[in-house]
């Protein structure tokens, strides 16, 4: 990443300083070819064997302070359910009230701080998951959330390391847009973060979306309550883990995982709900929905609700369309990751005049797709892992 930044006088109104003078270049993370014989395929290797047959502990994280609670849960291999990848417990209400009080507390010296000091955080922690945390972080959405390794190196590193680089630079650009000043006033805009805390809550199927609904409201200036999935405990825990190791203050971002209904009610029914942060189901946002609304009257502000409830493509073709590229488009979109995405292929409308054609080819590459171990051997990697490559030229 190469960072260009100009630096000039600060100005200050009221106790705040804004620093318009922040031109930062990124550029996207680069996906991994994991080719035989290459460095990275060694190391994804090798952090997969670390992985076989153990149980990471992950406690609920409030501060500096590691809490375990009576109620203990397993997150579970999906390809093999006799692995408990992950042994942590639930929050309850009387944690998750915890983490607000000491989440709010810690809000307006965070709020304070200049808006280059809170990115530097996410500069760190993306070059962190680009180097020497990546093939922990990717074995971990393997083995956690059953993805291959083509899968995985697009969510749990590349896109997650572009999520921070990239809002990292458009946070630290808003505050250079100023508004004109004039002889007679100077004028000046502040961003400020919101009065309260964010709950984040995060689905199973991306690492990044975890990352990401955290990672970004805590660059803002904002306190947040992270609930992880129950699936994704592991990855996302590492993740966090590399947020703290890169200079993120205690209290920022609470690490809670949760029964989510306990913690829905829990952070609805508190005067500091700020905002909501969502990836999920439409049920459970609907309920979130309803629940912030029922309780309007007791907020000290009127809580902003983001919600991403996922939703299924269809794939509309042309007779003109090239065949091959219309069925590995269709097999990439439909069964990579079992299609448990929001890209994933559901419906396709085809000319009668291409469909024998296009019909034939998915079959013939269907019948090639595997369900299985992704953290089988060298042997196994050589023929399931250079296939899934190959689908992707």
């Known amino acids: 990443m190469m960072l260009r930044v100009r630096v000039l006088l600060g100005r200050s109104w009221r106790g705040f300083k804004t620093w318009p003078s922040a031109a930062v270049e990124v550029k996207n993370e680069p996906i991994l ?9 060694a190391e994804l290797q090798k952090a997969l064997d670390s992985l076989k047959g153990k149980t990471e502990e992950i406690p609920c994280v409030v501060g500096d302070e590691h809490v375990w609670t ?14 408990k990848v992950a042994k942590f417990c639930y929050a309850d209400k009387e944690l998750i009230n915890k983490a607000i009080q000491a989440s709010v507390a810690a809000r307006k010296e965070w709020d304070l701080k200049p808006v280059q000091d809170r990115a530097q955080i ?45 809002n ?4 630290m650009e808003l505050e250079s847009q100023q508004p004109i000043s004039t002889k007679e006033s100077t004028n000046t ?27 970004t409201p805590a660059l803002m200036g904002n306190v947040v309550l992270w609930k992880p999935s129950d699936t994704a405990v592991s990855a996302s825990y590492a993740v966090y883990r590399v947020l703290r ?20 009610d829990a952070v609805t029914s508190s005067e500091h709900l700020a905002g909501i942060n969502f990836t999920g189901s439409v049920p459970t946002f609907k ?10 009257d007791i907020y000290r502000t009127f809580p902003r609700l983001a919600g991403e409830c996922g939703g299924k493509n269809f794939h509309f073709v042309h007779s003109s369309a090239d065949v091959q590229s219309v069925v590995m488009g269709t097999v990439r979109s439909a069964f990579e990751y079992g299609g448990q995405k929001c890209s994933a292929c559901s419906r396709m409308y085809v000319p009668d005049s291409t469909w024998p054609q296009i019909r034939e080819q998915l079959l013939d590459v269907h019948k090639n797709i595997r369900v299985g ?20 030229l």
């Open 245 to 264: 190791e890169s200079g993120l203050p205690p209290n920022i971002i609470q690490f809670l995982p949760a029964d989510g209904p306990v913690f829905g």
């Open 122 to 166: 996410l500069f760190k922690a993306a070059d962190i998951i680009s180097g020497p945390k990546r093939a922990e972080i990717v074995a971990k959405t393997m083995i956690g959330q059953g993805k291959t390794v083509v899968q995985a190196d697009i969510d749990a590193a590349a896109e997650l390391i572009d999520f921070f680089r990239f």
């Open 189 to 215: 805009t502040l961003y400020r973060g919101l009065e309260g805390f964010i709950a984040a809550v995060a689905p199973f199927n991306f690492t990044a979306i975890g990352g990401n609904l955290a990672g």
């Open 70 to 83: 009576k109620d203990l849960r397993y997150q579970l291999s999906p390809f093999n359910h006799s692995h």
């Open 373 to 392: 171990d992704v953290s089988e051997g060298p042997t196994e990697w050589s023929s399931q892992w250079d296939k899934t490559l190959q689908l992707h």
């Open 287 to 296: 309920r979130l929905w309803k629940q912030v609304a029922q309780n309007l």
């Open 33 to 41: 070819g994991f080719q035989k014989g290459s460095p990275e395929r």
């Open 168 to 171: 990292a630079k458009h946070a």
